[in-house]
Structures are given as structure tokens and as C-alpha cells.
């Protein structure tokens, strides 16, 4: 692993870290903001009706995700868990559009956006194959391949087919002219 992963991956993840402990030791004020959302979306989802526990659930999931970010443990899979826990919590942390006080929406503005950032970040890190090829990369390489392979087969079925026409060609004028010089006369 190159030096920058090694450096970059547990500063991404501590914030994700910190954030998923604080909502599972303080669920509270988070739950009390995503009563409306669980309300709307909840049953519809089958998702349990009490917010505190998804607010602690999503926080468990952030804080070890961000632990196996941090540790270099199934990296990708990792920041793809930190992104879809990222979303909510950023919606539900910092509603600055409900804010009226100017500074106040000023500020919570400012940390959304750096929420964002974090979610951009942790979705470079889940597309990061650490300069080896990704999956879809081999999956058209594959095709390409099989594609390259089947044009050269056909390529030598035309040849062999070719090849084995002149053969019986000649082969039936040796048999002609055998039989021709058997014949008395």
C-alpha cells in the first residue's frame, strides 16, 4: 500500500469514527430529528419504528466501517458502508435550510459542506483499486479477449477449411489419374 493510502485512509475515517460513537452514546437529539423521516419511510421499508435504535444501528455501522477504513480492511466495501451512512447522518445533522438566523444557516451550511466533502472522499475511496485493475475494467477486458480469440478461431477454421479443400482437390486428381493409368489403353 502506498504511503498516501496509509496516511489518507485513517484521517478520512476518524471523523466517520468519532460521529458513529457520539450516535450510539448520544442518539437523542439525531432520533428526535429522524422521527419524521422514520415515520414517512419507516413502515414502507420495514425498518423498525423506533428512530433511536436506527440512529445507534446506522452510528455502529459508521464507527466500524471507519475503523476498517482506517485499518485498510476491505477498503472499498468499507467507504462504500461509510457513504450510505454518510448521507443520512449529513441530512440529518445539519439541517441548515430550517435554520433562520443567518449566521446560524451560515455556519451549518459551512459543516454540511464539509460533510459532503467527507462523502466524496469516502466514494473516491470506494472506487480506489490501489492502481491494480477494478472489476468492470476486467470484466471488458475478458470480452475483448474472448471476442480476440473467437475472430482468431474463425480466422483458422477458414484456413484449415481452405487447406483441406486443396487437399481433397488434389488428393481426387491423384485418384483420377490413378485410375486413369489403371485403365487398359
Not at 422514520?38 to 413502515?43: A, E, H, L, Q, W
Not at 480466422?155 to 489403371?182: I, N
Request: charged fraction near 25%.
Amino acid at each position: 500500500m502506498s504511503l498516501v493510502r496509509t496516511l489518507a485512509r485513517p484521517l478520512l475515517a476518524a471523523t466517520f469514527v468519532s460521529s458513529g460513537i457520539d450516535a450510539v452514546l448520544h442518539p437523542m437529539n439525531r432520533a428526535e430529528r429522524a422521527r419524521p423521516l422514520v415515520d414517512r419511510f419507516g413502515p414502507g421499508l420495514g425498518l423498525p419504528e423506533n428512530p433511536e435504535l436506527l440512529v445507534r444501528g446506522n452510528g455502529v455501522v459508521m464507527a466500524a466501517a471507519g475503523m476498517a477504513l482506517a485499518g485498510g480492511r476491505a477498503p472499498r466495501l468499507s467507504a462504500l458502508a461509510l457513504a450510505a451512512t454518510a448521507v443520512p447522518a449529513t441530512f440529518l445533522d445539519q439541517p441548515f435550510w430550517e435554520q433562520k438566523d443567518p449566521e446560524r444557516r451560515r455556519d451549518e451550511r459551512a459543516i454540511f459542506l464539509r460533510n459532503l466533502g467527507l462523502l466524496g472522499g469516502v466514494l473516491l475511496a470506494a472506487v480506489d483499486t490501489q492502481g491494480r485493475p477494478g472489476l468492470a475494467w476486467r470484466g471488458r477486458n475478458a470480452l475483448t479477449r474472448a471476442e480476440k480469440g473467437a475472430a482468431r478461431a474463425g480466422r483458422q477454421a477458414r484456413r484449415a477449411g481452405k487447406v483441406a479443400r486443396r487437399q481433397a482437390r488434389l488428393e481426387a486428381r491423384a485418384a483420377l489419374h490413378t485410375a486413369q493409368s489403371a485403365l487398359p489403353g
